[in-house]
Nanobody, 122 residues
């Protein structure tokens, strides 16, 4: 059974920084894309940043130049460094892993974390 566990959310003042971490636990053999999505109250879930296994990265326009995504394939982890945070960044942030190949499963699966709250407020 594969699980994604996020950490690092919290309350931060405008202009501050936070670093989110996510680990894919279980008998993981490989992961294709890993990324972060977020969902603000009353809004649809939106993609924040994605990094492929080979290191290609896509950012949402709203976070370019402020957020940095990275991953450690050996540890099955993905990170999101968030700088210059503002109130519009307030949301629940979800970790996502696409096409996860794991022991005991013939086909790869996609997984979501439970979410971690990020609140930007003075």
């Amino acid at each position: 059974q594969v699980q994604l566990v996020e950490s690092g959310g919290g309350l931060v003042q405008p202009g501050g920084s936070l670093r989110l971490s996510c680990v894919a636990s279980g008998t993981v053999l490989s992961i294709n894309d890993m990324g972060w999505y977020r969902q603000a109250p009353g809004e649809q879930r939106e993609r924040v940043a994605v990094v492929t296994r080979d290191g290609m990265i896509i950012y949402a326009d709203s976070v370019k130049g402020r957020f940095t995504i990275s991953r450690d394939n050996a540890k099955n982890m993905v990170y999101l460094q968030m700088n210059q945070l503002n109130s519009e960044d307030t949301a629940v942030y979800f970790c996502y892993a696409k096409e996860v190949l794991s022991v005991g499963r013939l086909l790869p699966g996609d997984y979501w974390g439970q979410g971690t709250q990020v609140t930007v407020s003075s």
